[in-house]
């Protein structure tokens, strides 16, 4: 197995960025996604995605069996709300590790919630997603959604090899029609997608980032 990059590695910050300008869009009109609400937040903003990656979902879902859809749980983060999110894990790793620096408590949390100077989900870059069948109902992919690397004891990570086969069948069926539409993994979120922001760059040897961070307002 390959090393995991993890988002905290320097090699990801030094990424360029020649952003695109490409708006941030609901991904809800038209019922073409099949949308989970239990991260909505007031503004709708769980629900955006840039333009480029929601065609890529798109083309993904229909490379799925016709009874399997794509069940979106979360796309565009505000930046305030993602560093609000590295802050509170940061804090629990550093409650439960009193003896780890600075820098392993910030590696360490980049496992789960990404740094938030450079995260996806604030480019509007990253969603969250999962397979349900036609009802709607979730498919076993081994552990809930955002399940952190503690409660699962790893089991979060893509590749894992402590699931069942019916799970890791499941997780080979989601990465096989995204890495297809063209997004990457991050390996310890089996979850996470992404496009155009500088981790998929940086694995994709793209020569910069399409998407930074960026706000939702009215001029998206």
């Known amino acids: 197995m390959n090393a ?8 990801v910050a030094a990424v360029p960025l020649i952003e695109s300008g490409e708006r941030l869009v609901d991904v809800r009109p038209g019922g073409r996604l099949l949308v989970d609400t239990r991260k909505q937040d007031q503004a709708d903003a769980f629900a955006h995605l840039r333009e480029g990656v929601l065609e890529r979902l798109l083309t993904a879902q229909t490379m799925l069996p016709a009874d399997i859809r794509l069940l979106f749980v979360e796309g565009y983060r505000p930046p305030s709300l993602q560093r609000e999110y590295f802050e509170k894990y940061a804090g629990r ?4 590790n009193p003896g780890w620096s600075s820098h392993e408590i910030h590696s360490a949390a980049s496992r789960y919630v990404s740094p938030p100077d450079i995260a996806p989900h604030s480019a509007g870059a990253a ?4 397979l349900a069948d ?3 109902h979730e498919l076993d992919l081994g552990t809930r959604m955002n399940a952190d690397p503690e409660e699962s004891a790893g089991a979060c990570y893509t590749h894992a090899p402590d699931i069942s086969e019916e799970a890791r069948a ?3 069926l989601l990465g096989t029609v995204l890495t297809a539409a063209g997004l990457v993994n991050y390996p310890t979120e089996w979850w996470h997608w992404s496009f155009g922001d500088r981790y998929w760059a940086l694995l994709t040897g793209r020569p910069a980032a399409l998407y930074g961070p960026k706000e939702l307002d009215s001029r998206n």
């Open 4 to 11: 995991i990059v993890l988002m905290s590695d320097p090699k």
């Open 93 to 96: 790793l550093r409650a439960a």
């Open 127 to 130: 969603v969250d997603l999962t």
């Open 134 to 136: 036609a009802d709607g």
């Open 170 to 172: 499941n997780r080979k």
